[in-house]
């Protein structure tokens, strides 16, 4: 069950935050912080049950197909920058402002789509599971301050 949890975990993170690099600070990666990928991780520590993981498994599957349109058209746009800088005698700034108020609409749509995801998920743990992922987080930074961020098994 742990194994569809986290494949249906890293399903929805490269979903959600499927945006070209240039339009994602802040976003950060898979860590306790900005998603999902820590919670494969947890998931035995904090005890999730069966019907926990189904939840999230629900929640994070309806994600992913509401984002699967968000996704191709990001692709597209990508294509179609590509593009602009790749033929014709004069840039078209108007086109490629067009396609980046696109793309920056989208993001900003998955990103909101993304944080909801998670407070959903938040919501399916028990007081005490959410405690005990603080206590996680709090350690974790605290290994952090000592080592470093980038050190192994800091990540």
Do not use: C
Request: a negative charge; charged letters at 25%.
């Amino acid at each position: 069950m742990h194994k569809t949890l986290a494949f249906s975990l890293a399903a929805l993170l490269a979903a959600s935050l499927s945006v070209p690099s240039v339009a994602r600070p802040g976003m950060g990666g898979m860590g306790a912080d900005h998603g999902f990928g820590f919670l494969e991780h947890i998931a035995d520590q904090i005890g999730l049950s069966e019907d926990q993981e189904d939840s999230i498994n629900q929640l994070i599957n309806s994600a992913e197909l509401a984002s699967a349109v968000d996704r191709e058209r990001m692709g597209q746009i990508r294509e179609a920058m590509r593009a602009l800088s790749e033929t014709g005698e004069v840039f078209d700034q108007a086109a490629a402002e067009s396609l980046a108020d696109e793309l920056a609409q989208i993001v900003a749509r998955t990103a909101v789509a993304g944080a909801e995801v998670r407070w959903q998920v938040r919501q399916v743990f028990t007081a005490e599971q959410q405690e005990q992922i603080e206590a996680m987080k709090a350690e974790r930074a605290g290994m952090r301050s000592r080592f470093g961020p980038g050190q192994p098994g800091m990540e």
